[in-house]
């Protein structure tokens, strides 16, 4: 199981920490992926982590502005996101899978999601 948390409603400019906590998951065992998703669009891929953490890729539009980070002794992975932008607003979610960076398809555990409202 996975749990997201740190959403909430933050003006542009700043920001939040997303963290994705495990349990009944060996964390370590997946590689992790961060998604996003608004009303009437397919799920965006923002962000993904490889086991170890030595490998990090991110979409063209956080690129520079959000970090993936992992904590595998606290079982846990944290979005960090900063400069926050009107249009950065959506549910976020992670994932965990056996692939790095892959379709959602291939992610076979998610969490429930955390809403995100970049607005003044």
């Known amino acids: 199981q996975l749990v997201e948390s740190g959403g909430g409603l933050v003006q542009p400019g700043g920001s939040l920490r997303l963290p994705c906590a495990a349990s009944g998951v060996t964390l370590d065992r997946y590689n992790i992926g961060w998604f996003r998703q608004t009303p009437g669009k397919e799920r965006e891929g923002v962000s993904c982590?490889?086991?170890?953490?030595?490998?990090?890729n991110y979409a063209d539009s956080v690129k520079g502005r959000f970090t993936i980070s992992r904590d595998n002794a606290k079982k846990t992975v944290y979005l960090q996101m900063n400069s926050l932008k009107p249009e950065d607003t959506a549910i976020y979610y992670c994932?965990?899978?056996?692939?790095?960076?892959?379709?959602?398809?291939?992610?076979?555990?998610w969490g429930q999601g955390t809403q995100v409202t970049v607005s003044s």
């Open positions: 994932a965990a899978g056996n692939y790095y960076c892959s379709d959602p398809s291939e992610y076979g555990y």
């Open positions: 982590i490889s086991r170890r953490g030595g490998s990090t």
